[in-house]
């Protein structure tokens, strides 16, 4: 058999190919999502009735938060603990997506 084949992924290749799936891994892990963005599935009105204020203002912790998102302070298995600039949250997983 030819060892030689067009189709056989050298070592700088398979190297190349690992540094790509670190990136893609990082973008999409959503097993420990501390300190990633996301952002908001819902409208502002449906976000002052489901969340749990932590910190700041309510009207403007929601409007900072529909404009740049938020970062993942906390989290379990069924909510996120996000902060904004202007304060923190706690929130439903099911009214977020990782940005």
């Known amino acids: 058999m030819d060892n030689n084949n ?14 790509g799936q670190d990136d893609f891994a990082s973008k999409f892990s959503k097993r420990f999502p501390i300190g990633e963005t996301v952002i908001s599935r819902c409208s502002g009105r ?13 009207k403007r912790v929601i409007k900072e938060f529909l404009k740049n998102g938020g970062k993942v302070k906390e989290f379990d ?3 996120y603990i996000v902060e904004v600039r202007c304060g923190s949250f706690s929130v439903k997983k099911k009214y977020v997506m990782l940005d």
């Open 77 to 79: 298995d069924y909510e």
């Open 46 to 58: 449906k976000l002052s009735e489901t969340i749990t204020l932590d910190e700041g203002n309510l």
């Open 6 to 19: 067009k189709n056989d992924l050298s070592l700088d290749d398979f190297k190349k190919w690992m540094k």
